[in-house]
């Protein structure tokens, strides 16, 4: 899994998947990487977000969601924006 992955993997990551943007702090909430229209796109598991913005930052679940939805979904970054994946399935 990448966010298994020692921090000296990170450079040698982007590397790779050159261009690709990565969202600061949500490090161990990556899941992979994808391609979007050609551009390379990091992908985060959304709960893992949730969570990480509930036990690090003490935040409750709806301030987590709303944090999120301003400050990080609604962000466009240009085409290797990142993509966010929900488990819809179990909400």
Same mark, same amino acid.
């Given at each position: 899994?990448?966010?298994?992955? *020692?921090?000296? %993997?990170?450079?040698?990551l982007?590397? !790779?998947?050159?261009?690709?943007?990565?969202? =600061?702090?949500? #490090?161990?909430?990556l899941?992979?990487?994808?391609?979007?229209?050609?551009?390379?796109? *990091?992908?985060? %598991?959304?709960?893992?977000?949730?969570? !990480?913005l509930?036990?690090?930052?003490?935040? =409750?679940?709806? #301030?987590?969601?709303?944090?999120?939805?301003?400050?990080?979904?609604?962000?466009?970054?240009?085409?290797?924006?990142?993509?966010?994946?929900?488990?819809?399935?179990?909400?």
């Open positions: 899994m990448v966010a298994a992955a *020692a921090a000296a %993997d990170w450079d040698e982007t590397e !790779i998947y050159e261009g690709v943007l990565l969202a =600061d702090g949500f #490090e161990e909430a899941i992979g990487f994808g391609y979007q229209f050609n551009y390379p796109v *990091a992908i985060y %598991d959304l709960k893992k977000c949730y969570n !990480i509930i036990e690090r930052d003490g935040m =409750d679940d709806t #301030e987590a969601m709303e944090y999120m939805d301003f400050n990080v979904l609604g962000a466009y970054m240009g085409d290797s924006t990142p993509i966010f994946l929900g488990d819809f399935a179990k909400a």
